[in-house]
């Protein structure tokens, strides 16, 4: 294990060049001093003065003219484009670099800020809890209503590498998608004047968003809803999950993944199994959608999923292939949370085409979805391989302090475990 540890080091030293390996990415030096650290919850807002924005690049991104740019292993190899699938050696995505630091750091603070939301009392950490691979373990989120809203919390490592968003991709970018949750009713309930009055109304805010777009700071500009979106977006974009033992693997560290590990990847990749058409490496989605007939959890309806838009009808049931990064920490799983471990999950795909849709559906199931007749053994090895897409090495900190003065979610209690 421990020799293992220091190959994990050696790799993550070669993939990333000017990045600090110390702690986390936009740890909370950024808070200058902490001079609010021992404000009571709740307060007034901390004093305009002790709020500073960092000024480094997180972990696996490189600093050129200010801005952020994403460095990995991955870079060196083509794109997919031609390669096949299940390759090892094979190009991630665009990926949406290119922020500033700061930019980054005013993110990470409004998505664990509950003053987004039109009660004051839900962040966008709430449901995307970092210890759980920004997931939460319900089979459907609780909005602040207290009621459950239609879909299982997505996780959003790498989020900053996808082209749609949503279970159904019925969003085209993180700004977008952002808007989605601040202004549903089921969740968020805000509306953008309200949520730009009380950030404007805070005066942390006001100097966070002038240190972070310097550009309209000079007529003291007021925060406008793009910039909330963009900062959103940014810090998103610097969730990386890249330094698994999978990735170790892939990069030629031949005993990175044990004998069962190995065996869960070659069924993972076989044209029995036929995963990696799907969860194609490295970031394990091809980003389709993909009709495949998993079941909804208990006591909910049928959901049409991309068929849901009139134009789309082969995609009734259809949902975005999730990636299967940091599975491990997300469930339950499934755009329902139908699933309650992988286990279960994987079982799914060997208990017959179409077994679980409702009848008097009629969907028009990928011809990937097959009968591989997997056995209770390479069901197992499958579980895994999935373990080792495990890499939280470059987990964001979780602000002490937030800039509205509000507590943090009560979901973020740290247990310092995943369960
Ligand atoms: C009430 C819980 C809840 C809150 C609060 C919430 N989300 Fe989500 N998020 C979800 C659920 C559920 C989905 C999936 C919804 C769907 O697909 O229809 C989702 C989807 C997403 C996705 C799409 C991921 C993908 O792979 O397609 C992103 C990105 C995201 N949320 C970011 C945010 C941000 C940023 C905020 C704060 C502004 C936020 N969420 C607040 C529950 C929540
Ligand atoms: C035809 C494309 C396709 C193939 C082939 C495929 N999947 Fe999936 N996978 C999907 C889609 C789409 C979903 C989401 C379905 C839903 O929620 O209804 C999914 C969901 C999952 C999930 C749940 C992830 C999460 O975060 O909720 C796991 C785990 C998974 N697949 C593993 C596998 C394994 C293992 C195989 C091979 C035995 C496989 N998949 C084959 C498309 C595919």
Known sequence: MKRLASQVALFVEALLVGASLTGAPTAGA???????????????????????????CPASFEKRESRCWLRSAYQQYASLTGAGVGGLKTGLPPIRDGFTPRQIDLGRYLFFDPALSANGRLACASCHIPDRGFSDHRTHSIGIAGREVRRNAPSLWNVGFLRRFFWDGRAHSLEEQAQGPLYNALEMGNRPESMLRTLNGLPAYRELFAQAFPASAGSRGAISAPQVYGALAAFESSLISLNSRYDLYAQGVADA???????????????????????TPPLFTNQQIAVIG????????????????PDAPLLRGGFKVPSLRNASFTAPYGHSGQFGTLRETVAFYT??????????EHLQLHWHIWEPKLSDHELDRLVDFLGALSDESFLPATPDVLPSGLPLPAELKRDGEHS
Not at 30 to 50: E, I
Not at 351 to 360: D, I, Q, T
């Open 30 to 56: 950024s808070l200058a001093g902490q001079a609010a650290a021992g404000t009571p919850a709740a307060t007034a807002p901390a004093r305009t003065a002790s709020w500073h924005l960092s000024d480094q």
């Open 257 to 279: 993944l044990t004998a069962n590990e190995l065996e869960g990847f070659n069924v993972f990749r076989s044209f029995v199994a036929r995963c990696a058409e799907c969860h």
């Open 294 to 309: 998993m079941p909804e959890a208990r006591g909910h309806a049928f959901d049409p999923g991309a068929g849901d838009a």
């Open 351 to 360: 208990k017959g085409r179409g077994h679980a849709v409702p009848p008097g």
